[in-house]
C-alpha cells in the first residue's frame, strides 16, 4: 500500500474521536472512552483503534502520517477544576490585589449570590515590587531591583512551580518586566516565568493578570502532559509533524505552545471552523451545535470563517486570548438529571464523564442522564455503541430514571424522561439564541447544523424552537470535531494595545502600527512554523467611541488606513449590526492594532458518497417522537445504507457509525453527494 495520511485526535470529557483521511481519498473515523486520568492513553488508543480497523500495525499507521493534528480538554479541565499549578505573582506595588478585586462589575449583574471563582494566586503569593511605568510608556519610577530579589526568595520559600510577572503598563513598555524576568533566571535558575507583556500585551490589568497566571498555572501540567504525547507518538513511530489546534481556530507546532498552554483553553470547540468550511457552499450563513458526551458547543459562521473574539471566560477566569466565538453549556448526551430540594427537576450542568459514564453503560453510575432518557424512550438501541467500547442496559437506566426522577416527583417514568428532554432542549434554544438572537443574528434566517455523538436525536426540534427551516446533519457528525481538524490551516495571532483619538494619529501613524504588528508576526512564524508555509496577513484595528469601554474590531489593509472614510463606514456598519445605532461624524478612538497570519496546509481530499437503491428499514421500534406525535413506531435505517439521494420522510430514525440521528413528523430529509443529511423542517 502506497497511501499517507493525515490523522487528527479530539480528546473529549466523555470520548476521544479519532478521524483520519488517506491521499487515496477514502477516510477512516472512531471514537473510543477517554481517559480522564491521563488523556495520551486515549490518544493511543484512538490510534490503535483505526489501526485494527485498517489491519495494520499502529507504528505503520503513524508512519504513513504527514500530520498529526491534536485537539484536548485537559487545559479547559485543569481552568475548570482549578487544578492548576502552584503559582506565584510579582506585581507592581500597591497592586497586589487586582487579582481578586477583578473589574468590579459582575458577567450576570442580576445573580448577586453568584459567588466568585477561587484565586488563582492567593494574597500571600501575591508580592509588589517598587517601579512604575506610566501608559504612555514613559518610566515614573525605577525597578528596585533589590526588592525584586527578596520576592523571589520569598516564592521559591513558598515552594511555587511557576511565577506569573504582570506590572502596571506593561503593554506600553515592558523593559521592567523583562528585567524581573532577567532577575528570576539569575536568582532561581530553571524557575517557569510567564511575562504578560509577551503573552497579552493589551490594556486591562485585571485580564492581563488573570490571562499570565492561569497560563503559569498550566505550564507545568500541560508541558507535561504534551511532553509525554510527543515522546509517546515518536516512539510509536509517527513520522509527520505534531501540531496542537488553538483557540483561535488554528494549528500550531507543539514546541510553539511550551510557553503558552493558556492558548488551548478552548482546543477541541475551536475546530468548527475547520469543520463548517466545506459547508459553506450548502449555506452562507450557518450555526453550529455541537453536542458530545458532556457539552454542548455554539458558533455562528458566515462565508465558512467563525468569528474569533479577543477574550473568552472560563469557569468566571478572563482570559486575554484570541478564541473562536463559541458558546458553551452543559447539556449533552451525559448530563445528568436531578430533583432539588424544592422537588423541582433540574438537567445539567454536571454530566457523568467518561467514568464512570451514564447509568445504562454499567460501569457503577447511578445518576440518569440524557443518554438514559433516550435509551427508554426508544430512540437509542439498547445493546453496544462507539464499536463496542460502551453497551447500553435499558434496565439500569429505567432503575436509574425512577429512582432518583420519578419517585421523587411523584410521575411514572415516562413523564419524567419525557421532562428531562423538554428543559434539556430549553437549554439548548437558549445557547443557540445567545449566540445568535443576542448577537443581531437571525436563526430563523440560518441553516442549523447538528453536529456530535447527541446533535442528531435533539437537531430537529431545536430547529422547530429557534425557527430554522434547514438542518444540516453532517456526516461523520459524531466525530465532526476530529473531521475539522483535518482542515484547520495554521495561524497565529498577535496584537497590541494602542490608545488614541483615530484623527490625532493620522494614517501614516496607524499603518505604521498596523506593519509593526505585521513584521513581528513575520518573525513569530518564521521561528514556529514548519518551513515551506506561506504566511497570508490578515490586519485588523480596534476602534470605539470615546467613553465606551468595548471596542469594535473592523478588519483593514493598506488602502483602508489611508482612507479613514472608508474605515469609518466599516466601523459605522458593523457598531450598528451590534447595536442598533451609530453616532454619524462622532469622533472615534483607536484601542488596539493586530495581525492574523494564516498558513493554508493541504486541505482532505473530499469524499463522494455513490448512490445505492432505495434504503429499507432495519426494523420498526416503538420510540417517542415528540409532542405533537407521542409514542410510534419509526422505522430505523442504518446510516452506512443510504447513499447519495437517498430521502425519508419523518418520523425516523438513523443509526450511524458515530451518531443516532432522529427526524421528526413532517421532517423531509434528502441525503447529499459528502453524506451529510439535508433536512427540510416544518
Not at 513598555?173 to 504578560?196: C, D, F, I, M, Y
Request: glycine letters at 12%.
Amino acid at each position: 500500500m502506497s497511501w499517507r495520511c493525515a490523522i487528527a485526535v479530539d480528546v473529549g470529557g466523555t470520548f476521544t474521536d479519532i478521524a483520519l483521511a488517506r491521499t487515496d481519498g477514502r477516510r477512516h473515523t472512531g471514537k473510543v472512552p477517554s481517559v480522564p486520568a491521563d488523556p495520551s492513553a486515549g490518544v493511543f488508543s484512538a490510534v490503535n483503534a483505526v489501526a485494527d480497523e485498517l489491519g495494520i500495525d499502529a507504528r505503520d499507521l503513524l508512519g504513513r502520517c504527514d500530520r498529526f493534528v491534536h485537539g484536548s480538554t485537559v487545559a479547559t479541565n485543569a481552568v475548570l477544576t482549578g487544578n492548576l499549578a502552584r503559582v506565584g505573582l510579582i506585581t507592581t506595588a500597591g497592586f497586589r490585589d487586582s487579582l481578586e478585586i477583578r473589574r468590579g462589575i459582575r458577567d450576570d449583574q442580576w445573580d448577586h449570590r453568584a459567588p466568585w471563582p477561587d484565586v488563582v494566586v492567593p494574597r500571600h503569593r501575591r508580592l509588589g515590587v517598587p517601579g512604575r511605568i506610566g501608559a504612555d510608556g514613559v518610566e515614573i519610577e525605577s525597578l528596585d531591583d533589590d526588592a525584586v530579589e527578596r520576592a523571589i526568595d520569598v516564592l521559591r520559600s513558598e515552594q511555587v512551580d511557576a511565577i506569573a510577572i504582570c506590572l502596571l503598563h506593561s503593554y506600553a513598555n515592558q523593559r521592567h518586566e523583562q528585567r524581573v524576568a532577567t532577575l528570576t533566571r539569575k536568582t532561581w535558575p530553571g524557575a517557569l516565568t510567564t511575562l504578560s507583556s509577551d503573552l497579552t500585551p493589551h490594556l486591562g490589568e485585571y485580564a492581563r493578570t488573570s490571562t499570565a497566571v492561569v497560563n503559569a498555572g498550566l505550564v507545568p501540567m500541560v508541558g507535561g502532559y504534551l511532553a509525554r504525547l510527543a515522546d509517546g507518538l515518536t516512539t510509536r513511530g509517527l513520522a509527520g509533524p505534531l501540531l496542537m489546534l488553538q483557540s483561535n481556530g488554528g494549528t500550531v507546532p507543539l514546541d510553539a505552545l511550551a510557553a503558552r498552554p493558556v492558548d488551548l483553553v478552548l482546543s477541541g470547540p475551536a475546530a468548527v471552523g475547520g469543520a463548517t468550511r466545506r459547508l459553506a457552499a450548502i449555506s452562507d450563513a450557518i450555526v453550529t451545535m455541537e453536542i458530545g458526551g458532556t457539552s454542548c458547543d455554539v458558533a455562528v459562521s458566515a462565508q465558512g470563517a467563525v468569528p474569533v473574539v479577543d477574550g473568552l471566560v472560563v469557569g468566571g477566569y478572563h482570559l486575554d486570548v484570541p478564541a473562536v466565538d463559541v458558546h458553551t453549556v452543559g447539556a449533552g448526551g451525559g448530563t445528568i438529571a436531578s430533583v432539588d430540594s424544592a422537588g423541582i427537576l433540574c438537567v445539567g450542568p454536571a454530566g457523568a464523564g467518561a467514568d464512570p459514564g451514564p447509568a445504562c453503560y454499567g460501569r457503577g453510575g447511578e445518576r440518569p442522564t440524557a443518554t438514559d432518557v433516550h435509551l427508554l424512550l426508544g430512540r437509542l438501541r439498547p445493546g453496544p455503541y462507539a464499536g463496542g467500547s460502551v453497551s447500553l442496559d435499558a434496565d439500569l437506566a429505567e432503575r436509574a430514571v425512577r429512582d432518583h426522577l420519578a419517585v421523587p416527583l411523584g410521575v411514572d417514568v415516562e413523564d419524567a424522561a419525557i421532562g428531562v428532554l423538554t428543559i434539556l432542549e430549553q437549554h439548548l434554544r437558549h445557547a443557540v439564541e445567545t449566540i445568535t438572537v443576542q448577537r443581531g443574528r437571525d436563526p430563523a434566517q440560518m441553516t442549523l447544523v447538528a453536529a456530535g455523538g447527541a446533535g442528531g436525536l435533539h437537531g430537529s426540534s431545536v430547529a422547530r424552537r429557534i425557527g430554522c427551516r434547514r438542518l444540516i446533519v453532517p456526516a461523520e457528525a459524531g466525530v465532526f470535531c476530529a473531521l475539522g481538524m483535518l482542515d484547520c490551516d495554521l495561524r497565529r495571532d498577535v496584537s497590541r494595545s494602542v490608545v488614541g483619538r483615530l484623527d490625532d494619529l493620522g494614517p501614516e501613524r496607524v499603518r505604521d502600527l498596523v506593519r509593526t504588528e505585521h513584521g513581528r508576526a513575520l518573525e513569530l512564524v518564521a521561528n514556529e512554523w514548519p518551513a515551506g508555509i506561506d504566511a497570508t496577513p490578515s490586519c485588523w484595528v480596534d476602534l470605539r467611541y470615546p467613553g465606551q469601554l468595548w471596542s469594535v474590531r473592523v478588519s483593514v489593509d493598506d488602502v483602508t488606513v489611508r482612507d479613514f472614510a472608508t474605515l469609518r463606514a466599516d466601523f459605522e456598519q458593523e457598531y450598528g449590526r451590534l447595536y442598533g445605532h451609530v453616532q454619524p461624524q462622532g469622533a472615534l478612538e483607536l484601542t488596539g492594532v493586530g495581525v492574523a497570519m494564516l498558513g493554508t496546509l493541504e486541505p482532505s481530499a473530499p469524499v463522494v458518497l455513490p448512490v445505492r437503491p432505495p434504503a429499507r428499514p432495519i426494523e420498526h421500534r416503538r420510540c417517542w417522537v415528540d409532542d405533537a406525535t407521542g409514542w410510534n413506531d419509526v422505522p430505523v435505517y442504518a446510516g452506512e445504507q443510504l447513499g447519495a439521494g437517498a430521502e425519508l420522510d419523518g418520523p425516523f430514525i438513523i443509526e450511524a457509525a458515530t451518531t443516532t440521528v432522529l427526524g421528526l413528523t413532517g421532517d423531509h430529509l434528502v441525503v447529499n453527494e459528502a453524506g451529510d443529511l439535508d433536512v427540510t423542517v416544518t
